[in-house]
């Protein structure tokens, strides 16, 4: 039973905290790479003689709380997700009766790796 009532709330929470299509549309950012440089202003069209266009370097060092790419759990989607953490989900390490909410925050870095993984509450 305990063990139930920690997936529900897990699952609860995972559907809770996606967003729907069209708030991920408004907050879609190009993606960019390590070194890459980008104008501020489309060149193409430009038609100032001597005019020189700067490219400014990207910030490596930014923090991004949001993707640019969404992540692929294969033929299952987001359910493909909530099994593979269903799979992995160690139960017993939790304590408490009833219903149980918890705030989990990590951070992707630069290379793909995940660090600094909190789970509290």
């Known amino acids: 039973m305990k063990n139930n009532l920690v997936l ?3 699952l609860a929470f995972l559907l809770f905290s996606c967003k729907s299509e069209e708030q991920k549309k ?3 950012t190009p993606l960019h790479t390590r070194g890459e440089t ?3 202003y489309d060149d193409t069209s430009a038609n100032i003689e001597g005019a020189k266009i700067v490219d400014k370097p990207l910030d490596t060092e930014e923090i991004h709380t949001s993707v640019d790419v969404e992540a ?3 033929d299952g989607g987001l359910n493909g ?3 593979k953490v269903m799979e992995n989900f160690d139960s017993e390490a939790v304590q408490g009766e009833g ?3 918890t705030t989990v925050t990590f951070v992707v870095e630069s ?3 995940v660090s600094q993984v909190k789970a509290t509450g």
């Open 26 to 28: 408004e907050e879609t």
């Open 81 to 83: 997700f909530r099994t």
């Open 8 to 10: 529900y709330i897990l």
């Open 99 to 101: 219903v149980l909410t």
């Open 38 to 40: 980008t104008s501020q």
């Open 111 to 113: 290379n793909g790796t």
């Open 72 to 74: 692929d759990y294969g």
